[in-house]
């Protein structure tokens, strides 16, 4: 029905930068939200960033001011810039959309396979 491709993981040293990309394929009618949650070993999943629209995005406390979360309507694609990275950023990043399938009712959510983030003190 849906794909959710992620990019973007990696190891990268404390203070370094990511971009994770996310983008979603299928029977698509139209997307209300996209954003990346995350969960590190012992820690329940935690919110990263949504957005819903340019104008219109919710971070985690944790990521404010470091992390940027964009979209492309064009190709249902969702990024996340990732500066000023902490080791406490480590953690499985998983994309997210809220999607509503051609000819069908209502919206349903899916999830991306998730990608690694490591980032070394």
């Known amino acids: 029905q849906v794909q959710l491709v992620e990019s973007g993981g990696g190891l990268v040293q404390a203070g370094g930068s990511l971009r994770l990309s996310c983008a979603a394929s299928g029977t698509i009618f139209s997307i209300n939200d996209m954003g990346w949650y995350r969960q590190a070993p012992g820690k329940q999943r935690e919110l990263v960033a949504i957005?819903?629209?340019?104008?219109?995005?919710n971070y985690g406390d944790s990521v404010k001011g470091r992390f940027t979360i964009s979209r492309d309507n064009a190709t249902n694609t969702v990024y996340l810039q990732m500066n000023s990275l902490k080791p406490e950023d480590t953690a499985v990043y998983s994309c997210?959309?809220?999607?509503?399938?051609?000819?069908?009712?209502?919206?349903?959510?899916?999830w991306g396979q998730g990608t690694q983030v490591t980032v070394s003190s």
């Open positions: 997210t959309a809220m999607v509503r399938l051609r000819q069908r009712v209502g919206f349903n959510r899916y």
């Open positions: 957005i819903i629209s340019s104008s219109s995005a």
